[in-house]
């Protein structure tokens, strides 16, 4: 058996027939989703292959991951890899709920606008939205739906969902989230954090992950690893042990268990073993400020929302978006409004945010 010291990635020039069938060079500013795997993960899925591990998480690497996470989070961590975003909160939120359980959200998050119902149909559960400045909920807007525990003719709210960062690419800081908490736990709910760009949170307000998740009170976290490098796979984090029940069950029940689950975790280990997600975060939240100061300079443009980590959101005449967007892919976000949404990733690159600047300006100026 070969000592696992001596493993190394494949030739990249192995055999393949697949046919590479994009432009490797293309950029957009549509999603972070749309950007590659980072090498530094390909070459850990490489080593991770070869042999027989045990399947469904008995494999070393899956074993080796919870002393990851609690590096991060503390010694009373948990994770359990699951195979996407959706996945994961419909997961942890089911495990901090009853059935006839509810989950106070802002009307902007992921769980109420993009994930097709799955919180509800999948999970069984009622949300709870709340109109909320740039994406965060504050302990006055929970209120607005906490109430009505003893009516049975109630969902009763059991937990609040936050995003960290919110979907309107704003970072909530430590104290905000422990406010947030304390008043949840207060009223006897618990707290989930959707954390699908938390790296991109933690390299905006240059602290520890832990300082605004466990620290700050946050009972499960929905760690994010695709919008920063990964190929595939997304973890549930147990912060507070006693605030959940049957999560291996819960994790099977939903479909999200990977059979290959080594393949998961050792791309989450090269992750956070070292600062490679830190990095990337920190990379994408800089192109982001690169952006987002270029497009100011452009006269009728618009920037909606505080830039703090990778997104850029901005007002401009449809016409002009509608024309750029044959050059860069990138959404409306509220089309009717003229709401465009700029996303950057770990290999976004000045030269294509200096690019993507000036055919913006072009356009503007064409009008």
């Not at 957009?28 to 080593?47: K, R």
């Not at 990337?280 to 300079?297: C, I, Q």
């Amino acid at each position: 058996m070969a000592d696992p010291a001596t493993l190394t990635a494949p030739d990249a020039a192995g055999r393949t027939d697949a046919v590479r069938r994009h432009d490797p060079d293309a950029r957009g500013f549509a999603s972070d989703n749309y950007a590659g795997v980072h090498p530094e993960i390909l070459a850990a899925i490489a080593l991770a292959n070869g042999g027989h591990q045990v399947a469904y998480g008995g494999d070393d690497y899956t074993a080796h991951l919870t002393e990851v996470f609690r590096a991060h989070f503390g010694p009373r961590a948990e994770p359990f890899p699951v195979f996407n975003g959706t996945g994961a909160n419909v997961v942890a939120l089911q495990a901090l709920t009853e059935r006839w359980g509810a989950v106070i959200c802002a009307d902007s998050a992921h769980i109420n606008v993009d994930e097709c119902g799955a919180p509800e149909r999948v999970g069984g559960l009622k949300l709870l939205p709340v109109p909320a400045e740039h994406g965060k909920l504050t302990p006055g807007l929970i209120e607005r739906e906490a109430f009505g525990f003893d009516d049975e003719h109630r969902a009763q709210p059991q937990v609040v969902s936050i995003t960290q960062t919110t979907e309107l690419g704003t970072c909530y800081t430590p104290d905000e989230i422990r406010a947030v908490c304390d008043h949840a736990h207060e009223r006897g709910m618990t707290v989930h954090l959707d954390g699908s760009r938390i790296a991109n949170a933690a390299a905006s307000l240059g602290v520890p992950l832990r300082e605004f998740t466990t620290d700050a009170g946050v009972d499960v976290l929905s760690f994010g690893g695709t919008k920063n490098g990964l190929l595939f796979g997304e973890c549930v984090v147990v912060l507070n042990p006693d605030a959940v029940r049957a999560m291996k069950h819960l994790r099977k029940l939903s479909m999200q268990l990977a059979s290959k689950m080594r393949f998961v975790s050792a791309q989450f280990e090269a992750l956070l073993a070292g600062d490679l997600w830190l990095r990337g975060a920190g990379h994408a939240n800089a192109m982001a400020g690169r952006l987002a100061a270029g497009v100011r300079d452009v006269p009728g443009v618009e920037v909606l929302h505080p830039v703090q980590a990778n997104a850029v959101f901005a007002a401009l005449p449809h016409d002009v978006a509608t024309r750029l967007q044959k050059q860069y892919r990138f959404y409306f976000w509220d089309e009717a409004a003229g709401v465009v949404r700029w996303m950057c990733s770990f290999d976004t690159t000045e030269a294509d945010v200096d690019s993507f600047t000036a055919a913006l300006a072009e356009e503007m100026g064409k009008r």
